[in-house]
């Protein structure tokens, strides 16, 4: 899992790119909200021949279907990030460093991942 804090009032597009890493394998999908809505990150996963499951913004002139079947399965990442966020010290940001606050993210994310494995 690779993480990146960004700002809070930048939009999330614009940390896509500090995410996105060339030792992963080929993006089939990408699914991801309406913040994730540019052209630039869906040429880019069209490109490397994906296809990106992003539902458009209210101002995009071309309104581009979404697959509601594909783009339900974001609901997962979504309970995730909700379970990160159980940890009270990561929901409130108790840390004053941004490496100590990823590297709890790690932690937490660990935790769950063998709570995960335990079941």
């Not at 809070?8 to 996105?20: F, L, N, P, W």
């Not at 699914?31 to 992003?54: C, F, H, L, Q, T």
């Not at 108790?94 to 494995?117: P, Q």
Request: net charge positive.
């Amino acid at each position: 899992m690779k993480a990146a804090i960004t700002a809070g009032q930048v939009s999330d597009y614009s940390g896509y790119a500090e995410i996105v890493d060339d030792d992963l394998p080929e993006t089939k999908v990408l699914i991801a909200d309406k913040g994730y809505d540019s052209n630039a990150i869906r040429e880019e996963i069209e490109a490397d021949g994906g296809a990106a499951v992003i539902p458009p913004r209210r101002n995009r002139k071309n309104q581009t279907p979404v697959d509601d079947f594909l783009y339900a399965l974001r609901n997962r990442i979504e309970r995730c990030i909700n379970r990160l966020k159980n940890a009270r010290r990561l929901a409130t940001r108790y840390d004053k460093t941004a490496v100590s606050y990823l590297a709890f993210i790690d932690i937490v994310s660990a935790r769950l991942w063998f709570k995960h494995l335990s079941t």
